[in-house]
């Protein structure tokens, strides 16, 4: 009984034949070797950044889409003080002005946007002290029903910042570590940057009476 041989006879393969073959084989082997070094991994941690970087800016867009109607209602408070309103709506076209690119989530970009951010923030918080000399103001249902959504997305922003800087950090960690820094650096994985906590802030931003 006579078995057939399925060895390969590498000398009868044509040399066009064979190029293709060795290509394959150097993309196969590229491939396996980027796995290997993280490079998928990268790519998933780099888009849950970016996922999350799309929640902050929802929650912050939600507070500023609150603040018109707040100061409206506001306003409708006698002698209630100007110039503390001028500064919230101020401090508001600042802070929606300020826009990151998703994929340029650098520590210069993220530390303008909080800047920005943290400005408004100073600013309701100094409307929210001048509310208590307006009893009238503090019993408006509509009033305190505003204030009641705008203290619920506070607390929201500081949920989504403190997850942005939690996939941030394992992003930053995985591109750092070896030998995955040399796959970041080939393919253009850069640091991205976090929400700084501010001089003496441990908490979200106080807006209650």
Same mark, same amino acid.
């Given at each position: ?22 290509? %394959? ?39 500023? *889409?609150?603040?018109?109607?707040? !100061? ?63 009893? *009238? ?19 929201? %922003? ?8 939690? !996939? ?42």
């Amino acid at each position: 009984m006579k078995f057939e041989s399925y060895a390969v006879n590498w000398h009868k393969i044509k040399p066009k034949s064979m190029k293709k073959i060795l290509y %394959i084989l150097i993309a196969f082997t590229a491939v396996t070797s980027l796995s290997s070094c993280g490079y998928n991994s990268m790519v998933q941690l780099d888009e849950q950044v970016t996922s999350q970087w799309g929640q902050v800016q929802n929650v912050y867009q939600r507070r500023a *889409d609150l603040i018109p109607n707040l !100061v409206a209602s506001v306003k409708g408070a006698a002698n209630f003080e100007k110039e503390t309103l001028t500064q919230v709506i101020e401090a508001r076209a600042k802070a929606t002005s300020v826009q990151v690119d998703p994929s340029k989530l650098t520590p210069e970009a993220i530390q303008q946007f909080q800047a920005s951010q943290s400005q408004l923030s100073s600013a309701l918080g100094r409307l929210m002290v001048v509310v208590e000399k307006y009893p *009238d103001l503090k019993a408006n249902q509509n009033f305190l029903e505003l204030q009641s959504q705008l203290e619920g997305t506070e607390n929201r %922003i500081s949920v989504e910042r403190m997850k942005f800087n939690e !996939v941030t950090g394992q992003y930053n960690t995985k591109i750092r570590s070896f030998p995955n820094n040399m796959t970041a650096g080939l393919f253009g994985f850069e640091k991205k940057g976090y929400f700084q906590a501010e001089a003496g802030a441990n908490k979200a931003p106080q807006v209650a009476f």
